[in-house]
T-cell receptor
């Protein structure tokens, strides 16, 4: 069974640009969560999608958005990139979210120049 | 003050030693998670628990809900256990709050 797949693995952008990251969950998993990891702030929860609806949201500005498609694949978008957005972005999937173990992807490392 | 505090921040052990990593939290939770992150970033979920104790191989996780405290134990540590161990709590659903992590190095 394939694991959680995130693309691309590495990305370099400049300030002011926007970026879209993709996450394909494990087959059958309907919950996808996104996290940001930086050296200064550590891991932080961005949002969770379940059945194409955002179910939970962390404390991030509106520049961070996401969506989930009918096949449970999810995308995360960051607009007007700032230097501080440089981070490892991780997604995780689970069957239903909530009281379920999560399976993490290897992440997308985003660098802002 | 962080909602999730881990100790120690760094830990170096000799192969074969018994290791304990502690996690204290200050919010009500539905679940507590222990995660393992190897260099390169990949994260593996080791345990998810809301009460008592769980064991998987050489790893044991315990939680005391009344004291808001959890411990991760590694018995007979091995160099391949070297990684960052992260405690996270879920007040609700997948809104996880993370500790800063404990960097474990096991020397042969």
């Amino acid at each position: 069974k394939a694991g959680v797949t995130q693309t691309p693995r590495y990305l370099i952008k400049t300030r002011g640009q926007q970026v879209t990251l993709s996450c394909s969950p494990i087959s059958g998993h309907r919950s996808v969560s996104w996290y940001q990891q930086t050296p200064g702030q550590g891991l932080q929860f961005l949002f969770e999608y379940f059945s194409e609806t955002q179910r939970n949201k962390g404390n991030f500005p509106g520049r961070f958005s996401g969506r989930q498609f009918s096949n449970s694949r999810s995308e995360m978008n960051v607009s007007t990139l700032e230097l501080g957005d440089s981070a490892l972005y991780l997604c995780a999937s689970s069957l239903k979210g909530g009281w379920q173990p999560q399976h993490f992807g290897d992440g997308t490392r985003l660098s802002i120049l | 003050k962080n909602e999730v505090e881990q100790s120690p921040q760094n830990l170096t052990a000799q192969e074969g030693e018994f290791i304990t990593i502690n996690c204290s939290y200050s919010v009500g939770i539905s679940a507590l998670h222990w995660l393992q992150q190897h260099p390169g970033g990949g994260i593996v979920s080791l345990f998810m628990l809301s009460s008592g104790k769980k064991k998987h191989g050489r790893l044991i996780a315990t939680i005391n809900i009344q004291e808001k405290h959890s411990s991760l134990h590694i018995t007979a540590s091995h160099p391949r256990d070297s990684a960052v161990y992260i405690c996270a709590v879920s007040p609700w659903g997948n809104d996880m709050r993370f500790g800063a992590g404990t960097r474990l190095t096991v020397k042969p």
